[in-house]
């Protein structure tokens, strides 16, 4: 039986390959972008509230800051016990035009040792866990090959 | 006027008695550490508790249902007396708050004197989320979605110091050295032996660009303080009291710019511009506003170390420095033993490990013992201002001024 793929959080991205996107929302009154998104109502304290509406995050930004997790998280990160640990690495990524830093899990295969800060990354689709059923996608930064 | 509506400065609150539980891994109960802190407290005030009008405890999310009721549970402890009762949580700043509560009954005349006690049984490792599925809560998702742990939110921080300001991972060493060596001088600390450089080095990397040494534990522990009004504190006989100036307890300003556990992304700055300082730096701002001073006053400081780094961007949010200056003031012994302002005289959470609830009362405990000359071997010479500093995730803000 194939797996379903499943976005480890629903409505976070969207899109698949170069189409892959974070998506946001932005108020229609203020232009404030939020990410996680806001669907109920604009954390601007100065407007008065305007519809929330879907948006697409830039795809490239800098690396504000980055660091690695060379321990097992506890739980609910998803891991198997029974294999050895393997490190993943954090990145936090300035996005220009929305003004905002999102974090995110790197690139299969990316270290702490690839990256510098204010070089530029591309958002990538990629995926958290598998399980029997489940195919469980996330978001990565993965660089683009840019330097600061 | 001051940003919160008030007209700025408060009338001092006295601390009559100061006590704590020491640190460690003890494999008891939080409500233990508690009571043992408040009945120091009380005996070091020389006060009984049924003299107490009111009970503050800081909760636990570590002990159950008892936990969320920290007040009532450390008072049942002690013997019901019939006290008012109030719990408070504010993570990390949870002991600030129970403070802050304590000190606003004081000077609304709802009571006058005040027991506040904070203690936490800590497990082993990463602290974790709550249990359950619950992807509208922003500590559960950066768990689920990224693996965030505290310490990996601390690396970031500190590689942003090493590429902004050029920190080296030698100079966050530096601050364990320091810490370290103080706290093998306080008898409350859970770790008292001096830490080299090298054994900093010799560390496993926990979150690069920090390793096990830079990175607080989490401990078990508990601390507790009694508060009264400046009336109440002359007619007990304390002719001069360590006295609360201010207390500080602000909330971030739209947009918050800077990474804070446990978010996964910031505000965006894209529609109102971010304020001149960061949260951090109003955290201190709004404690000098209230007391009617500045970072030139202090004779010492007690911040939240939660990494060697962390305690670096302390300096600076504090205003001890310019922005990029602290290892400059590190380096310069400034905030080591008889620096002009030595900051975690404590030993800190680098001596301490973290327990949450209690550790702002127990950065209250230290400035009471150094504001009084009682601090031993570790005594900052000549104290008269200090101050304390943390900040509670999910937006709390947290410092305290104390004076004599």
């Known amino acids: 039986m194939p797996r379903t793929r499943t976005p480890v959080v629903a409505g976070w991205f969207a899109g698949d390959g170069k189409d892959f996107r974070l998506v946001g929302t932005r108020c229609s009154e203020c232009t404030s972008v939020f990410f996680p998104r806001e669907d109920t109502h604009c954390r601007n304290p100065g407007c008065t509230g305007g519809d929330l509406e879907e948006v697409a995050l830039s795809r490239r930004g800098r690396v504000w800051s980055f660091t690695d997790g060379r321990y097992r998280p506890p739980s609910p990160y998803v891991t198997n016990p029974e294999l050895p640990w393997e490190p993943y690495t ?57 330097t600061a | 006027m001051a940003a919160d509506g008030g007209d700025g400065m408060t009338e001092d609150v006295a601390v009559l008695g100061a006590g704590m539980h020491p640190w460690g891994k003890w494999g008891h109960s939080f409500v233990e550490y508690g009571a043992v802190a408040a009945r120091a407290a009380l005996a070091d005030a020389g006060l009984e508790w049924r003299d107490i009008g009111s009970i503050v405890g800081a909760d636990t999310v570590r002990g159950g249902y008892p936990g969320y009721v920290a007040g009532a549970t450390f008072a049942k402890a002690l013997g019901w ?30 009571a006058d004197v005040v027991l506040v006690v904070g203690a936490d049984a800590a497990p082993k490792g990463f602290f974790r989320p709550a249990g359950g599925d619950r992807p509208d809560d922003p500590d559960w998702l950066r768990f689920r979605v990224l693996g965030a742990t505290n310490p990996t939110y601390f690396g970031l921080y500190a590689r942003r110091r090493m590429a902004v300001h050029g920190d080296t991972p030698e100079d966050f060493a530096q601050v364990k050295v320091k810490n370290s060596a103080l706290g093998a001088l306080n008898p409350h600390a859970r ?19 920090l390793r096990l040494l830079d990175i607080c534990a989490t401990s078990d522990g508990g601390a507790a303080l009694v508060l009264s009004c400046m009336e109440f504190a002359r007619r007990h006989g304390a002719v001069n009291p360590v006295r609360i100036r201010a207390v500080s307890t602000v909330t971030p300003r739209y947009p918050n710019t800077v990474l804070d556990l446990p978010d996964i992304a910031t505000d965006s700055a894209v529609a109102v511009p971010p304020a001149a300082e960061t949260f951090r730096e109003s955290i201190a701002h709004a404690a000098y506003e209230e007391a009617g001073l500045g970072p030139e006053d202090l004779s010492f400081a007690e911040v939240y170390d939660l990494s060697t780094a962390l305690e670096l961007q ?36 680098a001596s301490f490990g973290e327990a949450v609830p209690a550790q702002a ?29 943390n900040q509670g995730l999910f937006g709390h803000g947290s410092a305290v001024v104390a004076v004599r």
């Open chain 1, 90 to 146: 954090l990145i936090a990524v300035e996005l220009a035009a929305e003004r905002l830093v999102v974090l995110g899990q790197a690139a299969p295969g990316v270290t702490v040792a690839d990256l510098t800060v204010g070089q530029e990354v591309e958002v990538v689709p990629g995926v958290l866990h598998e399980d029997a059923e489940t195919i469980w996608t996330t978001w990565q930064w993965r660089p683009t090959g840019v």
């Open chain 2, 81 to 110: 007396q019939g006290a008012r009762v109030t719990s408070v949580y504010a993570a990390c700043a949870s002991g600030a708050q129970a403070v802050n509560t304590a000190r606003a009954q004081i000077l609304s005349g709802l």
């Open chain 2, 191 to 209: 770790y008292r032996k001096a830490v080299t450089a090298e054994e900093v080095a010799a560390s496993a990397v926990v979150a690069d660009p």
């Open chain 2, 314 to 349: 302390w300096y600076e949010d504090l205003g001890l420095c310019g922005r990029g200056e602290a290892v400059k003031l590190l380096r310069e012994g400034v905030t080591g033993p008889g620096g002009r302002i030595p900051v975690n005289a404590s030993g800190g959470l």
């Open chain 2, 361 to 389: 009362i127990a950065q209250v405990c230290e400035l009471t013992w150094q504001l009084r000359g009682d601090a031993g071997d570790r005594q900052v010479a000549g104290a008269h201002v200090g101050i304390a500093a």
